[in-house]
């Protein structure tokens, strides 16, 4: 009988062993495959890697071609017409209108943001009341269980969904 104990005790190592080199193997992939782990081990790696790649990935910029006002004058004169010739400049803004553009591209966003999010809301509590999922709302006075509340186990306790029926 010792000779199967002996088999069972060795069995059971190999199976912890087994166990325990599964487990060093799979946090080592997952070490290898976190770039976040990678960038935290060697940051100023990462760095250089990310502005060397900024480098080559971003063209560089044209060189302007200065042109001579002899090569040019003739292209001015072809393409001068009396549309072109009798334009007034305008004006420089004022600082005023300047300020006024300038708080507008700092608030719209902020307007445009809020408004989407009421209509949602809006459109939300217009879809709730027309499907009947929320009945009976809770007041502000109220101290029982909202709608989303409730425990495993616990039955339903709402009305049931009206649904449309099906056509055809």
């Known amino acids: 009988m010792s000779d199967v104990d002996d088999i069972r ?11 325990y080199n599964v487990s060093n193997v799979v ?15 060697h940051p100023y790696i990462a760095l250089g890697v ?8 971003v063209p560089k910029r044209r060189r302007r071609i200065e042109r ?4 040019i004058q003739p292209l001015l004169e072809a393409s001068m ?7 007034p400049e305008k004006p420089p803004k004022s600082l005023g209108r ?30 709730k009341q027309h ?11 109220d101290d029982g269980p909202s709608s989303s509340a409730g425990n495993p186990g616990e039955s339903y306790g709402g009305d049931a969904v009206y649904r449309m029926p099906k056509r055809g």
């Open 131 to 141: 499907l009947n999922l929320n009945p009976h709302p809770s007041q502000p006075g």
């Open 98 to 127: 300047k300020a006024t553009g300038w708080a507008l591209g700092l608030v719209w966003p902020l307007v445009s943001q809020s408004v989407q999010a009421y209509a949602a809301m809006w459109l939300e509590s217009q879809l």
């Open 50 to 57: 990310g502005l060397a790649v900024g480098y080559f990935v």
């Open 27 to 41: 946090s080592e992939v997952e070490d290898a495959m976190d770039w976040r782990s990678n960038i935290r081990k």
């Open 81 to 87: 017409t009396p549309e072109y010739a009798a334009r």
């Open 68 to 71: 001579t006002v002899t090569n």
């Open 9 to 19: 005790q060795q069995m059971a190592q190999i199976r912890h062993d087994m166990h």
